[in-house]
């Protein structure tokens, strides 16, 4: 019996990247099939096509930067223990997410979607790339096994709007004020970066309302 699971992320929040990693110590505890599919949730929605500058963006929402030094210290102090690297320094820019995520939406469709939002964090969290530019990010997706065709012909027309369209029904319909969600089975809901155990006591009560049903 296969589970499902449906993530509402963005790929900028960094709860999000270390959700996911969570997510699979889960699934690789849990030792049965999970199917997991990512959804888009803009953080910044009205954020310019181009991004802005990350320490403007982070005294604006913190107050200062060295406000904003107290909060990254202590996510990379957690994403060490969690075996992810971050690099905040790295990152000079605070992107639009729009196009990162229609990317993603396409990537499903040849069944790499997970290797595309692991690339993209990756990319932004611990490389400090400016995933706002067209071509840095398609040059992620594709290092991630997405064809460069395919990217390409997405960003140049208006495939994948929709998704973000529903996934926003999606987000108002389970009530989502944050990032990450995570909906197990349409039936069990997540906010936050839980535990793996966690994850894997909704896995078995998920299963076991299949099961009942």
């Known amino acids: 019996m296969t589970l499902a699971v ?14 996911k990693r969570r997510l699979e110590k889960a699934i690789a505890a849990y030792g049965k099939p999970v199917t997991v599919s990512w ?95 067209p071509k840095t990010l398609i040059d992620v997706v594709v290092e991630a096994g997405l064809d460069r065709g395919k990217a390409e012909a997405e960003l140049n027309g208006s495939d994948g709007l929709d998704a973000l369209k529903e996934a926003s029904e999606l987000s108002r319909r389970y009530h989502v004020e944050g990032v990450p969600f995570f909906i197990v089975n349409s039936k069990i809901t997540l906010s936050g970066a839980q535990t793996p155990d966690m994850f894997v006591a909704a896995f078995a009560q998920a299963s076991d309302l299949k099961f009942e049903s």
């Open 39 to 133: 959804h888009p949730y803009q953080l910044n929605p009205k954020m310019p096509k181009e991004g802005i500058s990350r320490r403007e963006y982070r005294i604006a929402k913190f107050g200062s930067w060295e406000r904003s030094m107290e909060l990254d210290a202590n996510i990379v102090s957690i994403c060490k223990r969690e075996g992810i690297h971050f690099d905040f320094d790295r990152i000079k820019r605070t992107p639009n997410t729009v196009n990162a995520h229609r990317l993603i939406w396409l990537s499903n469709k040849d069944g790499i979607q997970d290797a595309v939002v692991k690339a993209l964090f990756q990319a932004y969290f611990t490389e400090g790339r400016d995933i706002s530019n």
């Open 6 to 19: 449906d993530v509402i992320s963005d790929v900028i929040c960094p709860w999000c990247f270390i959700g």
